[in-house]
């Protein structure tokens, strides 16, 4: 018997606020710049959905430890300064949002201030304000299941009945492993091949959210 869902756990950047492509343009322009030529489909491939903590750490093991401060300096400063000037939340979300009836919370590799940031440039921000998780409070960040079961554990609901809304592969792994069903939000960057696997259903379409939560 298929346990009933209890709580809608969201990632952030993707799948409430359309960030990932100032990111992909923001690492692609300070990869040239600092010795590592990447391209959007490299930087999608490694570093979309996981923490910052974890992008740097790749980082730093290409460039080195002093190359990759100013990387992570130079990072903040070019994304915020994009974020305050074109970040818009992705389309159809608002309307998902007010459409919806389960419990929800946010689960992310940002950090806070970032997510503070970002949803609250978009008007996203009172949704979940004080329902907000980062990869910050946990060992390790996705795809390790970690920061979703914590997630469930603070908002007390048992894996089984939550379903992960995520929008990069390295998130539906996350999902899987900790027992939870995925929604796979192929609308963004990522292809809907790499979301496809187990307990996992693919939509585009940010309005569908609702009817999918229904039928999951």
């Not at 790749?58 to 070019?78: D, K, M, N």
């Not at 970040?87 to 309307?95: C, D, F, M």
């Not at 946010?106 to 304000?129: C, K, N, Q, W």
């Not at 004080?130 to 469930?152: N, Q, T, W």
Request: proline share 6%; aromatic share 8%; with cysteine.
């Amino acid at each position: 018997m298929i346990t009933p869902i209890e709580l809608v756990i969201f990632d952030c950047d993707g799948v409430l606020v359309d960030s990932e492509r100032i990111a992909v343009r923001v690492y692609v322009a300070l990869g040239a710049e600092l010795g590592w030529p990447l391209t959007e489909a490299e930087v999608i491939e490694k570093f979309i959905g996981r923490s910052i903590t974890s992008n740097f750490e790749q980082i730093t093991s290409r460039v080195g430890p002093s190359r990759a401060a100013l990387w992570q300096e130079r990072f903040g400063q070019l994304h915020r300064a994009a974020v305050d000037t074109e970040l818009a939340p992705v389309n159809g979300i608002l309307e998902a949002l007010d459409a919806l009836t389960l419990p929800s919370c946010v689960a992310s590799g940002g950090h806070h201030d970032t997510m503070r940031h970002t949803l609250g440039h978009t008007g996203i921000y009172p949704y979940f304000e004080g329902r907000i998780f980062s990869a910050s409070e946990v060992a390790h960040g996705k795809p390790a299941p970690d920061l979703f079961l914590h997630a469930a554990k603070e908002m007390g609901v048992n894996p089984s009945a939550c379903i992960v809304v995520e929008d990069s592969k390295y998130g539906v792994q996350a999902a899987r492993a900790a027992g939870m069903r995925a929604l796979g939000y192929a609308g963004g960057l990522t292809p809907a091949q790499w979301l496809e696997g187990p307990n996992t259903t693919i939509f585009d379409d940010m309005r569908e959210l609702p009817r999918l939560l229904t039928e999951a």
